[in-house]
Antibody, heavy 121, light 113 residues
Framework: QVQLQESGPGLVKPSETLSLTCTVS????????WSWIRQPAGKGLEWIGR???????IYKSSLQSRVTMSVDTSKNQFSLKLHSVTAADTAVFYC???????????????WGQGTLVTVSS | DIVVTQSPDSLAVSLGERATINCKSS????????????LAWYQQKPGQPPKLLIY???TRESGVPDRFSGSESGTDFTLTISSLHAEDVAVYYC?????????FGQGTRVEIK
């Protein structure tokens, strides 16, 4: 059974870079695609982007200028960097598996527990 | 981006009664190669990540109780809980996953009347 766990600082200063890592167990990062989704407190879900181990990446266009995603196959991890953060970026960030099987994309079917990142000085 | 709109924003249903949530996409999410609508439903309980309930508009994820069902008509989709249980209190989201960026509805809160 696949498990995902987000890790990273819970507090980031405005204008700095938010960095999170998702560690995957029970599956290989080379097998599927991997997503980042965020959720401000009391609000809905916002899809940030997805990545594959082969380097196939799509970012949400409105965040594209500030987002970088990467995969480390040796550690079975993938990462998110969000640059030049403001208070509006404060949210719970989730990593998730985007199942991709036999050339077919599925929705995100396994999620980490989420990590709260607060942007504040 | 495809806009996905849910209704209602919240509803209160008596235990054992039916709950119905609607979702409308601003454009087709039908993948013509396999004739499937790329529309999913999630359940999110407080303090927990979303849980996938249904994909392809009407296919239940493994382990999801059969009181949850999805239906489709063009760009209109429905999630039905046939008989509400106490543990079904949650916020429900629909998501289109045909075209990036994947987009979610704003969520529907289901409570006990």
């Amino acid at each position: 059974q696949v498990q995902l766990q987000e890790s990273g600082p819970g507090l980031v200063k405005p204008s700095e870079t938010l960095s999170l890592t998702c560690t995957v167990s029970g599956d290989s990062v080379t097998s599927h695609y991997w997503s980042w989704i965020r959720q401000p407190a009391g609000k809905g879900l916002e899809w940030i982007g997805r990545i594959s181990a082969s380097g196939n990446i799509i970012y949400k266009s409105s965040l594209q200028s500030r987002v970088t995603m990467s995969v480390d196959t040796s550690k079975n991890q993938f990462s998110l960097k969000l640059h030049s953060v403001t208070a509006a970026d404060t949210a719970v960030f989730y990593c998730a598996r985007l199942r991709y099987t036999n050339g077919v994309f599925f929705p995100e079917d396994s999620w980490g527990q989420g990590t709260l990142v607060t942007v504040s000085s | 981006d495809i806009v996905v709109t849910q209704s209602p924003d919240s509803l209160a249903v008596s235990l054992g009664e039916r709950a119905t949530i609607n979702c409308k996409s601003s454009q087709s999410v039908l993948y013509t190669s396999n004739n499937r609508n790329y529309l999913a439903w999630y359940q999110q309980k407080p303090g927990q990540p979303p849980k996938l309930l249904i994909y392809w508009a009407s296919t239940r994820e493994s382990g999801v109780p059969d009181r949850f069902s999805g239906s489709e008509s063009g760009t209109d989709f429905t999630l039905t809980i046939s008989s509400l249980h106490a543990e079904d209190v949650a916020v429900y989201y629909c998501q289109q996953y045909l075209i990036a960026p994947r987009t979610f509805g704003q969520g529907t809160r289901v409570e006990i009347k």
